[in-house]
């Protein structure tokens, strides 16, 4: 049952920047390159539901995730596309993935081995994961390979649909890396044709990957941080090979303005001080909604002017100063547009001195999502 929203503060997600993010990836691909749309961490914080229901409809063949907790949202949302889930299921729980008919990793023998002890009702279908540089989980050599294809051949219940891996330097300047990788991954599927005679689908390319070589990446691309408007890097974004829509914004309201008089200090610890005669707002943002501390000193949006925000972020409210008095209710943008200014995702990254994909992920779940479509 979805709750009555009450709070002013609230991410819109534009459902068609994603659609149009997927249109014009697809647009460079090759026909027979289907689009994944990657879904994981409720859809990078942006709700896995609504988001994947729209990148089904832009096109996306099939959908993928980190947990099977996720997956499950998912079907409960009664999506029925395919689901590719990335981590490692316990083998205890693959027959619950098999009944709701998800898709999940295998890169470990014994895994195989314990999963077909199961008894499954239902028969699973599994991609295989090759760890080619990355270093977080997949096999990596040809004797685990060929041992685990021995698994899987005398598997009843398993089914070998995909193998794949994934790039650890793909959105880098330099590409000396990303072709170790490459060079890695097509010496083992080499091999793998020699031992594996039934069709399977193939997968390198997360959004760097795909932006950049879109012609080199067989069956599928995985499309994570592009799809939501984002570049995965200021390299790529430089490249602009594609334009993105971001889908992301943050708002709230003023929730209350005063008039300072010089030398009044502003929350905890008073590490603002006003110099001059000075408004100040309230908004109901705190770091409890993931707009942590580090961010004092950034910009917000009012009235379509920049406004900095002053003095500590508490756990449920921000302060900013105005330029003159607005009314209760104005609208406050933290990340998005308001006439010709803009925060874009990728400033706030900045100034927190990370990667843009932290950043929609990082607003928590008590900040509602509207969706417009
Ligand atoms: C295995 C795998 N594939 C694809 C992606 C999507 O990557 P990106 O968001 O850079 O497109 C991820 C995300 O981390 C991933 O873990």
Not at 126 to 151: F, I, S, Y
Not at 260 to 278: K, Q, R, V
Not at 287 to 301: M, P, S
Not at 336 to 360: C, F, H, R, S, W
Request: hydrophobic letters at 40%.
């Amino acid at each position: 049952m979805s709750r009555q929203i009450y709070r002013s503060t609230w991410a819109e997600v534009d459902l068609n920047a994603i659609g149009y993010n997927i249109s014009e990836m697809r647009k460079r691909l090759p026909d027979h390159c289907e689009v994944v749309g990657v879904v994981k961490a409720d859809g990078y914080g942006h709700g896995a539901p609504a988001v994947a229901e729209k990148a089904l409809e832009a096109g996306a063949a099939m959908l993928a995730v980190a947990l099977l907790e996720e997956a499950l949202v998912l079907r409960e949302a009664r999506i029925t596309a395919p689901i590719l889930v990335f981590g490692r299921v316990a083998p205890q729980d693959v027959p619950v993935a098999a009944s709701q008919n998800i898709i999940l990793t295998c890169f470990q023998k014994e895994w195989v081995h314990e999963v077909n002890q199961l008894n499954l009702p239902y028969p699973v279908d599994v991609h295989m994961k090759w760890d080619t540089g990355m270093g977080r989980v997949g096999l990596r050599t040809k004797e685990e390979l060929a041992e685990l294809t021995e698994e899987l051949r005398n598997s009843k219940r398993i089914n070998l649909t995909g193998v794949y891996t994934h790039f650890a330097t793909a959105d880098d300047a330099g590409f000396e890396y990303f072709k170790m990788q490459n060079n890695r991954f097509d010496y083992l599927l080499q091999f793998f044709k020699s031992i594996w005679h039934k069709p399977v689908d193939v997968h390198i390319g997360n959004s760097a990957a795909s932006i950049r070589f879109p012609e080199r990446m067989y069956d599928h691309m995985r499309f994570g941080v592009s799809m939501y408007g984002l570049y995965p890097s200021d390299a790529v974004k430089a490249e602009r090979d594609i334009e993105l829509q971001p889908a992301f914004s943050l708002h709230s309201r003023l929730a209350h303005v005063k008039r300072l008089a010089p030398g009044e200090s502003i929350s905890y610890g008073a590490t603002y001080t006003t110099d001059e005669e000075t408004y100040i707002g309230t908004i109901p943002i705190g770091y409890a909604d993931g707009w942590i501390r580090k961010l004092q000193g950034a910009d917000v949006l009012v009235d379509g002017k920049r406004m900095p925000i002053v003095g500590r972020i508490t756990m449920d409210q921000t302060m900013i100063k105005l330029d003159q008095a607005y009314p209760v209710g104005t609208q406050v943008t933290l990340i998005g547009k308001q006439g010709d200014q803009e925060i874009e995702v990728d400033e706030i990254a900045e100034k927190l001195e990370t990667i843009n994909y932290e950043i929609p992920c990082m607003i928590s779940e008590r900040v509602p999502r509207k969706y417009k479509s």
